[in-house]
């Protein structure tokens, strides 16, 4: 069995206060570790002072939002991938997020599939040698965003398969494929080894874990039943006092 942690989004959970501010509201959770989106456009210096102060580890940021499926746009995603790595070398963050980009126009689904499949493989080998792992993101087309191209898990555990990198896998965002698939339990314990990171929330409203449809101690407890020993980032807009509901959610860890 595996011992998988919870990490805190302080861009969604905290996104009304200072990254300052939200780091010492996660230290009073008793959550250990944190992670943000883009790092180009932060405070870095505040990021690591925040980590070293509370002693938190760094779960996952984002590399730079450029398409992967447009081929056209492939030496620009793989030098903002270089970027990043260097970015996350320094402040001790062992995961990329990267999105893949919206449907091109003009494009069939295979040449982006195969456009996604070409960009990681040439990916693979920088992220190997500085052993950082780059994990993509389905997300829904329903309500969060339309036109996107990667929606389903299927395709990206297909992906995750023709590339054959250890330092690339999927990030499997519960709430996304509640919405784009279902069967949760099901698709996420039989491609644990391509998981390289989870993110969640509650649906419907994308807010905290204890509201809607999904009973996350059942999802937790077959996570746990797997090898996977990463971070379940949680990645969601509470309607209630964060703290408190973050506090609820750290005793099912």
Known sequence: MGRFRPSVCIDAVFSEISPSEALAAVAETGIEAFEFWGWWDRDLEAIEAGKKRHDFSISACCTKFISLVNPDCRNAYLQGL????????????????????DVVPGLTRTEQHQSLVDGLRQAAPMLEEAGITLVIEPLNELIDHPGYYLVRSDEAFQI?????????????????QQISEGQLIANLTANIDKIGHFHAAGNPGRNELTIGELHYPSIFEAIAETDYQGYVGLEYWPVSDPVTGLKEVAHWF
């Open 82 to 101: 270089r970027d990043s790595i260097e970015t996350a070398t320094r402040i001790g963050c062992p995961t990329l997020i990267s999105q893949v980009g």
């Open 160 to 176: 995750i398969d023709k590339v054959d990198s250890p330092r690339v896998k999927v990030v499997y965002d519960i709430y996304h």
